[in-house]
């Protein structure tokens, strides 16, 4: 009997409900939105015909058969008419101008060249329809960050001239904006659209849910994650943003509205939370209750307009300034009604308890270090729509300062530098600097006066990870049978495109290898996230709506229910952890990856992590936060260090990941590339043991991003410093090609050799490394306790041919010839193999090819080669090309296993065979 069911159809509707209820309406003037039915839409922008589902780089690597973009949405829509003609004007020129995708990894240019306008051609548009719908497009992604320059942050100039001449000829025109973050919005002053609209990048399903928002079906709903000020500069990062080097955080707690409310309410132009409907609401405090431990609100929302919809209640607190001093807003409560229909009314009941209201004291000025503290004074609560227009709801004193929670020092910064402290002026507040606290306890005490005691080695005793599993035998019994060595490759994870797990996937972990799997080690598999299953073979999987429009949604139920569906198909596709989501707190706008992560706020961001890692869990896998902590700009992020206060993590860039891991239930971490405070955070002892273990209860495994280095405070980074991750308790290093040959030359053995590290430090990662792989499906697979109907897929049946399974993997020397003569070159055929290199170098392919004897002379007949689902080149030849002929092809650097695809376009050729040979050296990138 199934215990999953796994229903396509399904899961279309609620990720295309989600990229519904993500979509933020900022203008709407004149009722221009929605479109009434029968009106006729003139659709300008090249996106609308390529629409973006997500950012690029690991988090938007999702193979789909289509996205649904905007203009295919309105194409299918029987009650919104198209300028066909218009539409075909911009098929023509995109003809003439492709898709750059640029070259390589990351490469693709954050925006693509516009079509530039006529006016005579916006005139007849004009003529023949009602309204104009005008789709901005950006990406962004992995390893580079956006730039305050046009065609990144700022619009081109083609885009400008666009909007100029689209607003000057329509009297309605709808400017939707197809990207990953927040851009610079001042030309809505300059051309004045009739309304505008934030729709993010919603995933397969994004272009349908657009339309369910434009022909009114789902009524706006979406909320601002993130402030919009006027200008790149008016967020206090931009300062310290983008340093190679070292990026100091002197705005400290006061990110995003927790700036802009104390200090800047001028600056913004679309304050945090906000979001027009279709109709209109009033939201009263019905009742407000202080009690011992809590705060109460009920809320009445009601509908005052003539149309449905829904509303998100928002409730911040104002806290006291005290001697901490504290941003005049934070957000610490929200709850998104029911669709109301006009005139109808819904009771919301909110509470929230007072110690989720203090702030921590990480230098003493309260008379109390290394507290969560209320300070005395009066806490106002202010309940509403957005953070500038709640309201006054309830006040309560606190008497005499109370400490909430007596945690100890950690993290704390060595560098001298100064942050902000609010400072009263007239009626508000005005930034003065403070020195910040710096470091008194060293981690390195820590760990020497922590360590556990070594499990003594028993040699093998027969015992099976299973007996552990069943409670036949403590873990400690069994952990003591693994060797140094054992334990040294235990802590490697394999990848990217392990063999032992599913094909194309991140990395493999646990028994990768032999000796490990005879102690009945699973192997255990993770793959990118967040925005659906990264598979590089060409597996086809669902792609999601990214980070920031699960923000925006505020609807953590909805968002948790899309991430049961996603739970099953990370299942059924025998994936233990989607890396994922990303929860980094949306530092700067020009942050390459921000379009992975949710907010500006930590509360939000927190939240809406725990949703999705409860509606994994609904099928017994789960995903892995990342990245821990501070993972705030792509420029030199290997190397780039994070200079921050304790409070400013505390409360800020690790609160997300507090609350993933203890209401959300997260076992599966990331931590990052970068440094905080000077210690790497892949070895950061305060934070992967101190803090996320001690203090939260962390009870599951912490891995480091790719070929992440880790260092001993004060000397540099190297990714083979395997000791110090292993001792600050980060249990996997992700990843080598080969743990087994310690193919990365990481320093386990010396370290425990020399004392650095002991053997109980990495019996400690072990142990976590079992545990994780005890709660994960992969347990009872590997011990064929898994029925075979455990999940069932309804629907979309012809997705299911782009699965790739048993793929044959052929271990490549300096040159290796196989043979692709049996190979089926039917048109629409693919071959895909894998392949696994022995030695990295700039390799070469090359294979022998010829024209069937009856193909007729000019036929042209290509086979495509594409490496991990990427298109390196096509091999042409004629039909004339009766005899074989050889072609060759620069597969650049290569190491670790990759997949090759050989793809016919047309039928008729022959293959002989194809021979990949390493035609120099290089140097290996550690
Ligand atoms: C990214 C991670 C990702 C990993 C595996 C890294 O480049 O930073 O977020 O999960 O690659 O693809």
Request: include cysteine; proline fraction near 4%; aromatic fraction near 8%.
């Amino acid at each position: 009997m199934a215990n999953y069911t796994l229903d396509m159809e399904k899961y279309c509707a609620l990720a295309r409900q989600v990229a519904a209820e993500s979509c933020v309406l900022l203008k709407n003037d004149n009722h221009t939105l929605p479109v009434r039915k029968g009106n006729r839409v003139s659709v300008f922008g090249r996106i609308a015909l390529h629409y973006y589902k997500s950012g690029t780089g690991s988090g938007g690597l999702v193979n789909v058969k289509r996205a649904i973009g905007i203009l295919d949405a309105l194409e299918e829509s029987e009650d919104i008419l198209l300028n066909e003609k218009l539409a075909d004007v911009y098929k023509a020129w995109v003809k003439e101008h492709p898709f750059d995708k640029g070259a390589g990894w990351g490469q693709e240019p954050w925006s693509q060249e516009e079509m530039p306008l006529t006016e005579e051609l916006v005139a007849e548009a004009a003529r023949e329809s009602e309204l104009a719908i005008v789709v901005i497009g950006r990406t962004a992604g992995e390893d580079q960050d956006a730039k305050a320059i046009p065609g990144s942050y700022l619009l081109t100039e083609a885009e400008e001239d666009m909007l100029k001449k689209v607003c000057g000829a329509f009297e309605k025109v709808a400017v939707l904006l197809n990207v990953g973050n927040i851009i610079d919005m001042k030309w809505v002053e300059r051309y004045n659209p009739s309304a505008v609209m934030y729709v993010w990048q919603g995933g397969q399903e994004g272009g349908n849910g657009v339309l369910d928002v434009l022909n009114g079906k789902v009524p706006p709903c979406g909320k601002l994650s993130d402030t919009i000020a006027g200008d790149i500069e008016d967020y206090p990062s931009t300062k310290n943003f983008g340093d190679a080097k070292e990026n100091l955080y002197q705005e400290d707690i006061y990110v995003g509205y927790r700036y802009f409310e104390t200090f800047a309410k001028d600056k913004v132009l679309y304050p945090f939370g906000y979001g027009l409907s279709y109709t209109s609401f009033q939201i009263k405090t019905m009742d407000f209750k202080e009690k011992e431990e809590e705060i109460y609100a009920k809320v009445e929302v009601k509908n005052t307009g003539a149309s449905a919809g829904k509303e998100v209640v928002q409730l911040y607190v104002s806290a006291p300034q005290g001697a901490l001093g504290k941003p005049v807003r934070e957000l610490k409560a929200y709850e998104k009604t029911k669709e109301l229909e006009p005139g109808e009314a819904c009771i919301l009941k909110i509470s929230v308890s007072k110690a989720d209201m203090a702030s921590y004291d990480d230098g003493g000025c309260t008379g109390y270090k290394s507290c969560y503290v209320l300070e005395a004074g009066t806490y106002g609560i202010y309940i509403g729509a957005d953070v500038q227009s709640a309201a006054l709801a309830g006040e309560f004193e606190v008497k005499e300062t109370v400490i909430i929670n007596q945690l100890e020092e950690a993290m704390a910064p060595v560098l001298e530098f100064s942050r902000f402290h609010p400072q009263a002026d007239g009626a508000g507040y005005r930034v003065d600097y403070e020195a910040v606290p710096l470091r008194t306890i060293s981690p390195m005490d820590k760990i020497v006066k922590r360590r556990q005691a070594d499990i003594p080695y028993s040699g093998d005793q027969g015992y099976q990870l299973a007996d552990v599993y069943e409670n036949r035998i403590s873990m400690e019994t069994f952990l003591a049978q693994l060797s140094d060595e054992d334990l040294a490759c235990i802590v490697r994870g394999e990848g990217m495109c392990s063999p032992k797990v599913t094909p194309g996937t991140a990395a493999a972990f646990g028994g990768v290898t032999d000796r490990l799997k005879k102690f009945g080690i699973p192997v255990g598999c993770c793959a990118d996230g967040p925005s659906g299953i990264r598979m590089d073979c060409g597996t086809r999987a669902f792609s999601l709506p990214n980070g920031t429009a699960l923000g925006c949604t505020y609807n953590m139920p909805l968002v948790e229910e899309l991430y049961q569906m996603e739970g099953m198909e990370l299942r059924k596709n025998k994936i233990d952890t989607l890396l994922g989501p990303g929860i980094n707190i949306h530092r700067n706008p020009l942050n390459g990856r921000n379009f992975e992560y949710i907010s500006e706020d930590p509360y939000l961001t927190g939240t809406m992590a725990a949703a999705q890692i409860k509606g994994m869990g609904y099928a017994k896998v789960t995903g892995t936060i990342k990245h821990y902590t501070a993972n705030n700009q792509e420029f030199h992020r290997h190397d780039c260090n994070s200079v921050v206060s304790e409070r400013a993590l505390r409360e800020i860039y690790l609160k997300g990941f507090e609350i993933a891991v203890k209401d959300g239930g997260a076992y599966s971490i990331m931590t990052t590339y970068g440094a905080v405070n000077g210690i790497w955070t892949a070895g950061n002892y305060d934070l992967v043991t101190a803090i996320l273990r001690d203090e939260w209860g962390f009870d599951g495994i912490v891995m480091t991003d790719w070929w992440a280095k880790m260092n001993e405070e004060g000397q540099e980074p190297a990714i083979q410093n395997t000791g110090v991750m292993v001792r600050a308790q980060n249990d996997l290093f992700m990843v080598t090609s080969d743990s087994a040959s310690n193919a990365t030359h990481d320093n386990s053995m010396e370290s425990i050799a020399e004392g650095k590290t002991t053997r109980g430090e990495y019996q400690r990662c072990a142990d976590n490394i079992c545990r994780m792989l005890m709660r994960s499906p992969v347990m009872d697979r590997f011990l064929g306790k898994t029925p075979e109907d455990d999940l069932v897929v309804i629907g979309n049946e012809d997705d299911a041919d782009e699965e790739v399974q048993n793929i044959v993997y052929h271990v490549i020397e300096k040159d290796t010839t196989l043979d692709m003569s049996k190979v089926n070159t039917e048109r629409g055929n693919s071959e895909i193999f894998g392949i696994q290199m022995k030695e990295p170098g700039i390799y070469g392919l090359c294979v022998n090819m010829r024209a069937d004897a009856d193909a007729p002379e000019l036929s042209q007949l290509s086979m495509s080669v594409f490496v991990d689902n990427q298109l390196k080149g096509t091999f042409q030849i004629n039909g004339s090309d009766k005899e074989w002929t050889k072609q060759s092809l620069d597969l650049g650097f290569v190491m670790g296993n990759h997949y090759i695809k050989l793809y016919f376009s047309v039928s008729g050729m022959q293959l002989d065979v194809l021979k990949i040979e390493k035609i120099g050296e290089t140097k290996m990138p550690f």
